[in-house]
């Protein structure tokens, strides 16, 4: 009987993990690929607590990266699909600042901007509608009733141009406006504070100290940037003569006829007002010009980068979860050196230790990943539902590739921090590993 096998009988309650005797039959052809697993496995399951708390910062990771991600393009989409509901392919014109004594006055405060010039726009190529707009802020009342809200003066297009559906009733036409009639098309929050549950259509409620039929109520849309639910629209002739008195306008939105001729459309309209108003090319533009494709493009832009933070500072914690492999790995190897200097005794080749180790920590990191990939989709899903469903109600936007990214990624984390501590065990003497105490 060899010393190796003589160890193996005489000596099994002092190896960490019992060695299989399996290996003794190996010999010198060295252990096949699903033996080094069946071994690898074997040193996993005899310490299953370290071996689980050595997969939690895997688990953490790859978790991490999957909500991150889903919760950058969700909050990318949401704000895509916020700008797209202001309409299409439009351009929000408004005046340019004004100074007075010496004192800049601000965006949009200039008085320049007049009826003639929306007349100009519109004969304009690829302009397919225009709308002026008037803005001003009052109290509005309906019986004991009351809120402040912004009066908003506008013509019939506006309503296409911005895409708002209606919910009840119906628009104010051209002809309301041709005969400065006092009708209103309210926003839901109005509708709320003023009648709460009862029928609005048809009642009279008073704007700024004055009587208007309420005709319509325009769909909820949600907070947000222009959000129309706390606004109640008149016909642009009644703001500007009835209501606010006054013979300049606030702005238009234009939608061009595509988007890709959205910036031809932009420097047309910069050139015909500045000509309309006589002004030269070396004076300041007479207006401001907001591209609602820039933007779009400048809010995608926005939320890749934070979408490409978040995933970061989720991948350090997949190395952390590396390097804890790695140092319990080294651990590993110290415990079961004298395990190791049997093995290379009854026949285990250098590789075959090497892949016992690597397979080990590949292990760790590929179930580790699979476990976070569950974590990582099941927490998307409930901070994506509504609060009345129990979620947290967050945009959130599920796709494949961060979870492949991340199962990949964590597979290589668990080769890149396993090969340090299985090139050290595939290097141990068997001699010097037998006599370690």
Same mark, same amino acid.
């Given at each position: 009987?060899?010393?190796?096998?003589?160890?193996?009988?005489?000596?099994?309650?002092?190896?960490?993990?019992?060695?299989?005797?399996?290996?003794?039959?190996?010999?010198?052809?060295?252990?096949?690929?699903?033996?080094?697993?069946?071994?690898?496995?074997?040193?996993?399951?005899?310490?299953?607590?370290?071996?689980?708390?050595?997969?939690?910062?895997?688990?953490?990771?790859?978790?991490?990266?999957?909500?991150?991600?889903?919760?950058?393009? %969700?909050?990318? *989409?949401? @704000?895509?699909?916020? !700008?797209?509901?202001? +309409?299409? &392919?439009?351009?929000? =014109?408004?005046?340019?600042?004004?100074?007075?004594?010496?004192?800049?006055?601000?965006?949009?405060?200039?008085?320049?901007?007049?009826?003639?010039?929306?007349?100009?726009?519109?004969?304009?190529?690829?302009?397919?509608?225009?709308?002026?707009?008037?803005?001003?802020?009052?109290?509005?009342?309906?019986?004991?009733?009351?809120?402040?809200?912004?009066?908003?003066?506008?013509?019939?297009?506006?309503?296409?141009?911005?895409?708002?559906?209606?919910?009840?009733?119906?628009?104010?036409?051209?002809?309301?406006?041709?005969?400065?009639?006092?009708?209103?098309?309210?926003?839901?929050?109005?509708?709320?504070?003023?009648? %709460?549950?009862? *029928?609005? @259509?048809?009642?009279? !409620?008073?704007?700024? +100290?004055? &009587?208007?039929?309420? =005709?319509?109520?325009?769909?909820?849309?949600?907070?947000?940037?222009?959000?129309?639910?706390?606004?109640?629209?008149?016909?642009?002739?009644?703001?500007?003569?009835?209501?606010?008195?006054?013979?300049?306008?606030?702005?238009?939105?234009?939608?061009?006829?595509?988007?890709?001729?959205?910036?031809?459309?932009?420097?047309?309209?910069?050139?015909?007002?500045?000509?309309?108003?006589?002004?030269?090319?070396?004076?300041?533009?007479?207006?401001?010009?907001?591209?609602?494709?820039?933007?779009?493009?400048?809010?995608?832009?926005?939320?890749?980068?934070?979408?490409?933070?978040?995933?970061?500072?989720?991948?350090?914690?997949?190395?952390?979860?590396?390097?804890?492999?790695?140092?319990?790995?080294?651990?590993?190897?110290?415990?079961?050196?004298?395990?190791?200097?049997?093995?290379?005794?009854?026949?285990?080749?250098?590789?075959?230790?090497?892949?016992?180790?690597?397979?080990?920590?590949?292990?760790?990191?590929?179930?580790?990943?699979?476990?976070?990939?569950?974590?990582?989709?099941?927490?998307?899903?409930?901070?994506?539902?509504?609060?009345?469903?129990?979620?947290?109600?967050?945009?959130?936007?599920?796709?494949?590739?961060?979870?492949?990214?991340?199962?990949?990624?964590?597979?290589?984390?668990?080769?890149?921090?396993?090969?340090?501590?299985?090139?050290?065990?595939?290097?141990?003497?068997?001699?010097?590993?037998?006599?370690?105490?």
């Amino acid at each position: 009987m060899s010393i190796a096998d003589r160890l193996v009988e005489e000596s099994p309650e002092r190896l960490l993990p019992p060695i299989p005797r399996e290996l003794k039959e190996i010999g010198s052809r060295g252990m096949s690929p699903v033996e080094a697993c069946q071994v690898a496995f074997q040193g996993l399951m005899a310490n299953k607590m370290r071996s689980i708390l050595t997969m939690l910062g895997i688990i953490i990771g790859v978790s991490a990266v999957i909500i991150m991600v889903s919760l950058g393009q %969700g909050a990318a *989409q949401a @704000t895509k699909d916020a !700008i797209s509901k202001l +309409g299409t &392919n439009v351009l929000s =014109v408004n005046p340019n600042q004004q100074q007075t004594g010496g004192v800049n006055q601000g965006q949009g405060s200039a008085q320049t901007m007049k009826m003639a010039d929306v007349e100009v726009v519109r004969k304009l190529p690829f302009v397919k509608a225009v709308s002026p707009e008037v803005r001003g802020n009052g109290g509005v009342k309906y019986k004991d009733q009351n809120t402040r809200t912004s009066v908003f003066g506008a013509s019939p297009e506006y309503f296409d141009i911005r895409n708002l559906p209606i919910a009840q009733g119906k628009a104010f036409d051209a002809e309301d406006v041709k005969r400065k009639a006092k009708v209103a098309f309210i926003g839901d929050t109005v509708r709320e504070n003023l009648f %709460g549950n009862l *029928q609005p @259509t048809g009642k009279t !409620i008073k704007v700024m +100290g004055q &009587n208007f039929k309420v =005709v319509g109520v325009v769909k909820a849309r949600g907070g947000g940037w222009m959000s129309p639910d706390d606004r109640i629209f008149i016909p642009i002739s009644t703001a500007m003569i009835r209501v606010l008195g006054q013979d300049f306008l606030n702005g238009m939105s234009v939608q061009a006829t595509t988007q890709d001729k959205m910036a031809d459309v932009q420097t047309e309209i910069e050139d015909a007002i500045q000509k309309a108003h006589k002004k030269s090319p070396d004076d300041p533009m007479e207006v401001r010009i907001f591209n609602q494709a820039d933007i779009s493009e400048s809010a995608a832009q926005q939320s890749g980068f934070l979408t490409m933070l978040l995933a970061g500072i989720a991948l350090v914690s997949l190395m952390v979860g590396g390097i804890g492999i790695m140092n319990i790995m080294l651990v590993s190897v110290t415990e079961r050196t004298r395990e190791i200097g049997i093995r290379k005794a009854v026949g285990a080749k250098r590789k075959d230790i090497l892949n016992q180790f690597l397979i080990e920590s590949v292990t760790m990191s590929l179930v580790g990943g699979l476990i976070g990939i569950a974590i990582g989709v099941g927490g998307s899903f409930w901070m994506g539902l509504p609060n009345s469903g129990g979620g947290l109600g967050f945009p959130m936007l599920l796709s494949l590739p961060p979870i492949i990214i991340s199962f990949c990624f964590s597979a290589l984390v668990g080769i890149f921090f396993g090969v340090y501590p299985a090139i050290k065990a595939s290097r141990l003497d068997p001699i010097v590993a037998l006599r370690y105490e």
